[in-house]
């Protein structure tokens, strides 16, 4: 049964920093590209960064960034997504997500699988 499942999302101050994490299981992690998006009320979901398969190559929007670190660990199996100086129109549900292809980011439409999200919320 693939899964994606998030982790570390909460409330946080404007200026702070969060890292939140995404763990893959039911298949091969390793070999998908991944990435995170994010969504608010009334809002179609964003394309917030993405990562090749290997971690080489990278790429964010451009609200995110300076501000974002995207990085994975294939023997965890797991995708993380830093982000600092934290702004409260960053609050949103963030999406993990892995694609076959690290050319399908930023589309949303291009994911093969999704995560049910982790709200991370930014108070000033």
């Known amino acids: 049964q693939v899964q994606l499942v998030e982790s570390g999302g909460g409330l946080v101050q404007a200026g702070d920093s969060v890292r939140i994490a995404c763990a893959a299981s039911?298949?091969?992690?390793?070999?998908?590209?991944a990435g995170w998006f994010r969504q608010t009320p009334g809002k179609e979901r964003e394309f917030v960064a993405g990562i090749s398969w290997s971690g080489a190559s990278t790429k964010y929007a451009d609200s995110v960034k300076g501000r974002a670190t995207i990085s994975r660990d294939n023997v965890k199996n797991t995708v993380y997504l830093q982000m600092r100086s934290l702004k409260p129109e960053d609050t949103a549900v963030y999406y993990c997500a892995a694609s076959h292809g690290y050319a399908e980011f930023p589309a949303s439409a291009g994911m093969a699988y999704w995560g049910k999200g982790t709200l991370v919320t930014v108070s000033s």
């Open positions: 039911g298949f091969t992690f390793s070999s998908y590209a």
